[in-house]
């Protein structure tokens, strides 16, 4: 059984870090790519980054790009997302999903497994 669970979320204030973690089993990790979404109340859902454990590419959508590190741990089936200056509008259920294109991609309609999401608020 495929499985995706994050954690790692919770409450920070303006400036702050988290990081968030997706572990992953069910699956061969390194065929896979994993990507972050994110959804806040009344938007849409939104890619965040994402990492290829085929060839090790990452993608990285602009409202995060050099604030936000994706990374993967193969021998932990594990991959992280590093949060650093976050602001109130990072302020979303954090997603963490699988892709077995392998493709690093924001692209949603890739990723057949989804994990139950992680809270991250950001307090201004």
């Known amino acids: 059984e495929v499985q995706l669970v994050e954690s790692g979320g919770g409450l920070v204030q303006t400036g702050g870090s988290l990081r968030l973690s997706c572990a992953a089993s069910?699956?061969?990790?390194?065929?896979?790519?994993i990507g972050w979404f994110r959804q806040a109340p009344g938007k849409e859902r939104e890619g965040v980054s994402c990492i290829s454990n085929s060839d090790g590419s990452t993608v990285y959508a602009g409202s995060v790009k050099g604030r936000f590190t994706i990374s993967s741990d193969s021998a932990k089936n594990t991959v992280y997302l590093q949060m650093n200056s976050l602001k109130p509008d990072d302020t979303a259920v954090y997603y963490c999903?699988?892709?077995?294109?392998?493709?690093?991609?924001?692209?949603?309609?890739?990723?057949?497994?989804w994990g139950q999401g992680t809270q991250v608020t950001v307090s201004s």
């Open positions: 069910g699956f061969t990790f390194d065929d896979y790519a």
């Open positions: 999903a699988a892709d077995p294109s392998a493709l690093a991609t924001l692209n949603p309609e890739l990723y057949d497994y």
